[in-house]
C-alpha cells in the first residue's frame, strides 16, 4: 500500500519528469493478481540492499519477465546467470541495465528463457524434502 513516507515525494517526482501518465501507483495487490501485472512488466527491477531470500526475483521469471536485481546478498544466487545483476547503490549501473533491457529485445528473450528454466528449480517440495533431509541429520 502506498507509504506516507514516500509514495507523495515519488508522485511529485513523476509530475517534475513528465512521466506521471506513465506510472501507476498499486495499492495492495491480491497474490491471484500479482502474476498477472509482472507478466506485462518489460523487466522486475529489483534493486534492494538486502534480501533474505529473492521472492520477488523467483516470482518475476516464473512469470516469464526479466530480472534486473542487485548483485548483493541472496539474489545472484537466486537468479543465477539469467538476470542482469547490478550494484545497488549505483544509479548508473541501474539505469544501464534497465536501457540494455528495453533496448535489446534479443537480450531481454534470453533472460525470460533462462529465467524460466532458473525458476523450476525451486520448489516448494523441494524445499520441504532438503529440510527434513537436514533435520535428518542433525537428529541422528
Given amino acids: ?16 519528469l513528465g512521466i506521471e501518465r506513465q506510472i501507476k501507483f498499486l495499492d495492495y495487490v491480491s497474490a491471484t493478481d500479482l502474476p498477472l501485472i509482472i507478466n506485462q512488466a518489460e523487466a522486475l527491477v529489483f534493486a534492494t540492499l538486502w534480501e533474505g531470500f529473492g521472492f520477488p526475483v523467483l516470482e518475476a521469471m516464473a512469470c516469464g519477465t526479466a530480472v534486473i536485481t542487485s548483485n548483493v546478498s541472496s539474489l545472484p544466487e537466486v537468479t543465477g546467470e539469467s538476470g542482469l545483476l547490478v550494484n ?16 535489446d529485445e534479443k537480450l531481454r528473450s534470453n533472460l525470460i528463457k533462462l529465467g524460466l528454466e532458473r525458476a523450476k528449480q525451486f520448489s516448494w517440495e523441494k524445499t520441504g524434502k532438503e529440510t527434513v533431509e537436514i533435520i535428518k541429520q542433525f537428529l541422528n
Avoid: F
Wanted: proline letters at 12%; charged letters at 30%.
Fill in 1 to 16: 500500500p502506498p507509504d506516507d513516507r514516500y509514495t507523495p515525494e515519488l508522485k511529485k517526482q513523476s509530475i517534475e
Fill in 88 to 103: 545497488p547503490h549505483d544509479i548508473n549501473s541501474i539505469s544501464e541495465a534497465m536501457n540494455q533491457i528495453a533496448e
